[in-house]
């Protein structure tokens, strides 16, 4: 069964960078993009990128261009986000998500436990 | 970028009431629309793709309709584990964003 399994909870401080893992099972890792969406306490959700496993394609949302980066290891099936320069809005569930595209159309159908990231001084 | 717009943002309903959530996107975006369940302290769950197919998976009486702009998801008869925050999402040009968010709460 597909399964998405992400890394434990962090705490950094403000200015400092924080890398999130997400390991993939159950599907042909490279034929599918991951990616990741945040959620703060009490917020939306927020899309942040998404990254081609196979070719190492990104895309990011402008929002997070700069402080974002995504990068992927196929030989052990994981994706990788790394957030920097952290602040204090940047607190929130971090979740990765299987992308897939079909005939005009797209779905996130397997998502991450989710990753708590917690930034405070 | 795209924007999403949900409404209403919070909506007060009653077991075996019929509902509807609308989302309304700032350009079109043909089909390229996406719903998720979400509950306290779990992941997003998918329930209709491309604006009006349903996952596998997901009770028949949740239905999504709409094109171009103008999006609905539709519960026809409220259950219980229905009561949650409901998103859309849209892709256009590499870019994906969501709705704020509407919360269905028992009445």
Known sequence: QVQLVQSGAEVKKPGASVKVSCKASGYTFTSYDINWVRQATGQGLEWMGWM?????????????QGRVTMTSNTSISTVYMELSSLRSEDTAVYYCARGVMVAAGF??????QGTLVTVSS | DIQMTQS????SASVGDRVTITCRASQSISSWLAWYQEKPGKAPKLLIYKASSLESGVPSRFSGSGSGT????????????????????????YQYSFGQGTKLEIK
Do not use: M, R, V
């Open chain 2, 8 to 11: 209403p943002s919070t909506l």
């Open chain 1, 52 to 64: 081609n496993p196979n070719i190492g394609n990104t895309g990011y949302a402008q929002k997070f």
């Open chain 2, 70 to 93: 103008e999006f609905t998801l539709t519960i026809s008869s409220l259950q219980p584990d229905d009561f949650a925050t409901y998103y859309c999402q849209q892709y256009n040009s």
């Open chain 1, 107 to 112: 779905k996130f159908d397997y998502w991450g």
